[in-house]
């Protein structure tokens, strides 16, 4: 990261601590800024924000208003904040829940969610205990549970099959490049066991594949070195290629 960046995370942590005082456990960064591959153009900061009892609708009003990109202006491509109860996070299961998500950016329309279930939070509390950094509160260890690897492995599977249904789409994945590099990401932690930053993964998966035009392609969208659609099919084969777990015999198409 940057200092621009650490000064917002240092404003953001005052302001969270402003509006929920004792009531939050800790602040915790995770995703790319933790693994050595933020990119202020394109990466997001993953705030994870764990809650000693349920919000209020005032509270959940308060951190919108504090928190959006016009008042508190991130550095970086945008700010994807999470609120989660201690309980969930001290004990990890099949489908956890948050009390409130925020995604808010210079680029985009604010996206609130006031309450869900997200099985990619199962992704996000691994991160934070193998690479997170605590921003405030209690240290991550005394936080977060272990999450079991079975159970981390079926969120990996399941956020894949959710890139395949959001290829080329306008917001999530406009060149397809995301899902290449999920799915890469994926592969290496079933061979590694070790959650690695997307561009790690795609290179990763480059020495698996010297000969992946697919993963070239997307790794120069990753740097914004191309900005043009990647294979659709050959984005799903990928998919499929990881989702089956069968690194015996690649997809030609890849």
Known sequence: MDDQADDYLHQLSETVNAVLGDRM?????????????????????DVFCIVKRPLKASDKE??????????LPSPGAGLEFYAVLEEEAARPHSLLSYEFALLTGGNFEDKVSEEG????????????????????????????GNVPKPWLQEAMKGSLR?????????????????????????WCF????????????????????????????????????????????????LIHFVISKTPVKVPSAI
């Open 62 to 71: 308060a951190l919108t208003r504090a928190l959006t990109h016009d008042v």
């Open 25 to 45: 456990a800790g602040l915790y960064l995770s995703g790319s800024a933790v693994v050595e591959d933020y990119d202020k153009d394109v990466s997001d900061l």
């Open 190 to 237: 079933k061979e590694t066991g070790i959650l690695t930053s997307k561009t790690r993964g795609m290179k990763w998966a480059l020495q698996q594949l010297p000969d992946s035009n697919l993963i070239r392609h997307a790794l120069l969208v990753r740097q914004g070195l191309a900005h043009d659609l990647l294979n659709n099919e050959a984005i799903r084969s």
């Open 162 to 186: 959710q890139h395949e249904q959001q290829i080329f789409h306008p917001f999530y994945d406009p060149y397809g490049h995301e899902a290449v590099m999920n799915a890469c990401r994926t």
């Open 117 to 144: 279930m997200d099985e990619g939070l199962l992704m996000d509390f691994a991160m934070i205990l193998q690479s997170g950094k605590t921003l405030a509160g209690r240290p991550k260890e005394k936080v977060f």
